[in-house]
């Protein structure tokens, strides 16, 4: 059974940091790209960060300097660093995880950012 557990999620102010994790268990074919996607109330859902099975990232214009995605391989595990939070980036954060069968959905995870 495929599982893609997220965690890191909270309240923090404006301005403060929180890190993201998402660890997937059960995918039998190799994982490709891995993304963290969130979706604000009211709002699609928005790419925030992504990178590649050799480490290539990218990122939305809005979190370049503030967001950097990473992964652990081994553990099959994403990343995302979230400094200089601001009010906007309240939202629920959800990673995505591609193998060349299809693409799996974390569950979300919470993040409010406070003024």
């Known amino acids: 059974q495929v599982q893609l557990v997220e965690s890191g999620g909270g309240l923090v102010q404006a301005g403060g940091s929180l890190r993201l994790s998402c660890a997937a268990s059960?995918?039998?074919?190799?994982?490709?790209?891995m993304d963290w996607y969130r979706q604000a109330p009211g709002k699609q859902r928005e790419l925030v960060a992504h990178?590649?099975?050799?480490?290539?990232?990218n990122y939305a214009d809005s979190m370049k300097g503030r967001f950097t995605i990473s992964r652990d391989n081994a553990e099959n595990t994403v990343y995302l660093q979230m400094n200089s939070l601001k009010p906007e980036d309240t939202a629920v954060y959800y990673c995505?995880?591609?193998?060349?069968?299809?693409?799996?959905w974390g569950q979300g995870t919470q993040v409010t950012v406070s003024s």
């Open positions: 059960g995918i039998i074919f190799s994982i490709n790209a």
């Open positions: 995505s995880v591609h193998t060349v069968q299809r693409t799996y």
């Open positions: 990178i590649t099975s050799g480490g290539s990232t």
